[in-house]
């Protein structure tokens, strides 16, 4: 009897299964249990798992079994960061995994919903029904494949629309210190900005700015084509990226449909402050200012995640607030966004203290992109403006104490002369909207 004649008498195919796994497939342990616990870091053993995936900590408190996601290691070693309290988590207690890669859930009825950073919905809203996983690290556009910037998008502020034009698929940072006026700012963007849906990303924000911002920046009608992402100063680092890795990848997800998308995050330094507490915990050297090389890892990553889509997707056009701490314009934070970004908005405390709002400093700003899609007349009058802004508050000191005499400077004469009109025109209540159209008819009144 030669060999057919067996496989045909015979079924060998459940042990050829089982020697592919026993044998060709490498085995990976699930289970394993808690060494130590020290600081924000669960230390476990017994278990193999990749950076980014999800595991399971038996606890005996109340809330039960204990989220937490791999963040290093170190040998046999596994370094886990809690989703929660890990009170009631003891030596020895067994650690499970639960997913290898780092996944989110996406659902095409997410808009005018709240939800956190696992994509768990905060709202008093219907459970979620996710359709779909997708990699919370988003799909790379290669930079050749990128549609060039070509259109203007109407954010409803005549400064911005201006000085600063903002174009469709642009990335921006609203750069200023505490109590200057950004969260005002991001209200404004919000309700005016043309776009098909807003994906908003409140990260480190306190929880009742976050109910404020829900229920009486936006309103009704603002939540229905938004999508909130939330996580409060007090949750967990990791949980604080993943509703920022979050947030840009429901954006991808709607840009890949060829929606423009407007992504407001709210705020990137508190991104950075999350990425520095996981990289201490897992023994980074801190370099400038505490902040480990990881963090100027993340943030260009997410960042690079925005923009224009290839071919025929759509766009992803961002502002994203910066906290400059003790309104230090030289803070890493500030110093890389600005590098990263294509244009920022400075706000001057001096400006908002004098009841000048929105309290956008001309002599800091830049739109990268403003020169490819206004024409030449606009930013030839912009720059006038910015002119005329710069050398007046260059000159202040000297104006106010009436120590300048008319006739000196042509220029400063000039500034003077035009700074209540140029402070109008700057200045908008948080309700009024001006469109480009309205902005530019403004402008040739100035000129």
Known sequence: MDESDLTDKYDFSKYREALDVNFTKPVQTSTGRVKRV??????????????????????????????????GFDGELIFLMPFENIEGVSPGAGVTIKST??????????????????GQPIDDGEPLKYTESVSLEGRRVGALERQNITEVLDTGVKAINSCFTFGKGQRM?????????????LAM????????????????????????????????????????????????????????????????????????????VDSLTRVAHAQREIGLAVGE?????????????????????????GGSEGSISAFYTVLA?????ADPIVDISRATLDGQIMLSRKLA?????????????????ADKIVPKSQIETARYIRRLWALYYQNEDIIQIGAYESGSNSEIDLAIERKLEIDEFLTQGIDEIFSVEETSQLLEKIL
């Open 189 to 264: 963007l919000t309700k005016n900005t043309a776009a098909d849906i807003v994906v908003i990303a409140l990260i480190g924000e306190r929880s009742r700015e976050v109910k404020e911002f829900v229920t009486e920046t936006l309103g009704v009608n603002g939540l229905q084509r938004a999508v909130i992402v939330a996580e409060s100063v007090s949750s967990s680092a990791v949980r604080r990226i993943k509703a920022a890795k979050l947030a840009h990848t429901i954006a991808e997800q709607y840009r890949m449909q060829g929606k423009h998308v407007l992504l407001l």
């Open 173 to 185: 940072g609203l750069i200023a210190g505490s109590g200057v006026g950004k969260s005002v700012l």
């Open 325 to 329: 701490e003790n309104d230090d314009r």
């Open 38 to 71: 020290i600081g924000l870091t669960v230390e476990a053993v017994g278990i193999s798992a990749p950076i980014g995936a999800q595991c399971v900590i038996e606890s005996s408190g109340e809330n039960g079994p204990v989220d937490a996601e791999v963040i």
């Open 353 to 369: 203290d004098s009841a000048h709002y929105p309290a956008i400093d001309l002599e800091g700003s830049i739109s990268r992109v």
């Open 101 to 118: 890669t780092p996944l989110g859930g996406f659902s095409w009825e997410l808009r005018g919903r709240v939800i956190d950073g696992l």
């Open 285 to 309: 050297p801190p370099t400038t200012k505490g902040y480990p090389p990881s963090v100027f890892a993340l943030l260009p990553s997410l960042i690079e995640r925005v923009g224009m889509g």
